[in-house]
């Protein structure tokens, strides 16, 4: 079963994106619930205006999702009149939808740890150096590595290592957590106009609306398929 995390956002725009980010909310909705996948809210964020959202970041679940999500990506375009300022000549409105990439969090399993015993350098008399003290630590599911002479015993330096790497692989996780959100911010700056993905128009989203069914459009795929190889 995948998993993806999907935000849809206003980005910049006024009131009235923040309506179409409410409005395009409800119909994706309704598409994950009819091609039978799962989702969770895990943000909703509201517009100033009632009724209205910011940004939402959904996390959705299923088989064969990436067709669905796929056909959603991008920009989304609104052609209708202001329902907060009917008087306002503006009718293209836009908003944005974009996949959060995921941060797996990583338990660290010290049987992925291999060791190299070294031999000590620096000072510290003769009793350091002859003996291989030092250890390499490596952590392969990452790549991460420490190195740690700061004992004469090999054993401690293992402990020690362990513990530095568990910090290491942390930070590692940090810095790339980090970016996932700054990633998340530009999506607010950046919703583009023009090719959008998808096209709505009036106040009535449903009545301009064509619903899809991935599921209908897979079986499809595969009676094609089938009757394809029969030829």
Known sequence: MKTKIIQITAGRGPAECCWVVAQVLKLFLEEIKSNGFTYNILQRDKGQENGTVQSVTIQLKGKEIEPFVKSWLGTIQWIGTST???HHKRKNWFIGMYEIKQVQSISLNEKDISFQAMRSSGPGGQNVNKVNSAVRATYHP??????????????????????????????????????????????????????????????????????????????????????????
């Open 84 to 86: 907060f300022r009917k």
């Open 142 to 231: 990452t790549g991460d590595q420490v190195v740690v002479m700061d004992s004469r015993s090999q054993h401690q330096n293992k402990k020690i290592a362990i513990e530095r790497l568990k910090e290491k692989v942390y930070q590692s996780q940090l810095v790339k957590l980090k970016k996932s959100l700054c990633d998340q911010w530009e999506n607010h700056l950046q919703v583009q106009r023009g090719n959008p993905i998808r096209t709505f128009k009036g106040t009535d989203f449903k009545k301009n609306y064509k619903k899809q069914s991935y599921a209908s459009h897979r079986q499809q795929l595969k009676t094609a398929l089938r009757n394809e190889l029969k030829n």
